[in-house]
């Protein structure tokens, strides 16, 4: 029986793709075999993985707390701090305290809601990992046992929204840093088949780009190496699945949860033919 992996990946609001994605499989009676997901992906595919009625468990999970989008297309250095700042004051009332470990609190309550407790990953109902960035080594985590919060919390640890994850094993930050679509760690768990849904920024075409200072010499930098190295990993993939966003579309537009669920359903439903003839063959 040819076994399916799905790789959930990273982009703050975006990854609630995920949902419409996972949602489309469905539809056709599609289940992934092994899960591995990073920052936003870990959630959702945490969610995934501990309960058959993870969709109404995420759509009914009270989203008046998160940040909704600010325009973040063009903004760069204190602007984009600014946004960002704007939209963490937002969610303060429902976080309790305006601070790190305030959102460390309602990360941990949040997932306690969607997981139903506070399951091992021994209790998960398929094989799941999720991806952080370990500090201290300097190099990816997939980490597959224990208690799965502290995976999750770990994959998802934005900077600037919270601090760095302590855990005994070492400290960590958001996975995407480490590796946005780590494609191998599914086939690492046995999948044959492996589906990577990248819901990351796509970067600016080349000529499209403004490079007129330092600041914007330097992200331009780092946005051509991200895309460089995430090209090398999606090439690994079987079908990749990258949701059309278009530039109203930021990392923080939680607001438009209902829009992003939906673009990840119609991104999936064009992709299903080819998912269905490599599980066929």
């Known amino acids: 029986m040819t076994t399916l992996?799905?790789?959930?990946?990273?982009?703050?609001?975006?990854?609630?793709?995920h949902i419409g994605v996972l949602r489309a499989l469905a539809d056709v009676d599609v289940h992934p075999d092994v899960l591995v997901g990073v920052s936003m992906g870990a959630v959702v595919g945490a969610t995934y993985a501990a309960r058959s009625d993870w969709l109404s468990a995420l759509q009914s999970l009270d989203r008046s707390a998160l940040p909704g989008h600010e325009n973040l297309v063009d903004a760069e250095g204190f602007d984009l701090l600014r946004a960002?700042?704007?939209s963490a004051v937002r969610m303060a009332p429902k976080v309790v305290s305006f601070g790190v470990n305030g959102y460390e609190d309602f990360g941990r309550r949040t997932m306690a809601e969607l997981l139903?407790?506070?399951p091992d990953f021994a209790d998960?109902?398929?094989?799941?990992?999720?991806?952080a960035t370990d500090l201290a080594g300097g190099r990816r985590a997939v980490l597959d046992a224990g208690d799965v919060t502290d995976a999750v919390m770990a994959s998802a640890a934005l900077p600037v929204l919270t601090r760095p994850l302590e855990l005994e094993q070492g400290r960590y930050l958001d996975g995407g840093f480490a590796d946005p679509a780590p494609v191998d760690v599914a086939r690492a768990?046995?999948?044959?088949?492996?589906?990577?849904v990248h819901v990351g920024s796509a970067p600016v075409g080349l000529g499209e780009a403004t490079v007129d200072g330092a600041l914007k010499g330097v992200l331009r930098g780092l946005e051509i190496g991200v895309a460089e190295f995430v090209q090398s990993r999606l090439i690994q993939a079987d079908v990749v699945v990258a949701p059309p966003f278009g530039a109203g579309v930021s990392w923080l537009s939680f607001d438009r949860a209902d829009d992003l669920a939906q673009m990840g359903y119609d991104a999936m439903r064009g992709q299903l033919d080819a998912v269905l003839e490599l599980l066929d063959g």
Request: aromatic share 2%.
């Open 116 to 118: 139903g407790g506070t």
């Open 124 to 131: 998960l109902r398929m094989p799941f990992a999720a991806v």
């Open 189 to 196: 768990m046995g999948a044959d088949v492996v589906l990577m």
């Open 5 to 17: 992996g799905i790789v959930l990946g990273g982009g703050g609001a975006r990854g609630l793709a």
């Open 84 to 86: 960002v700042v704007r």
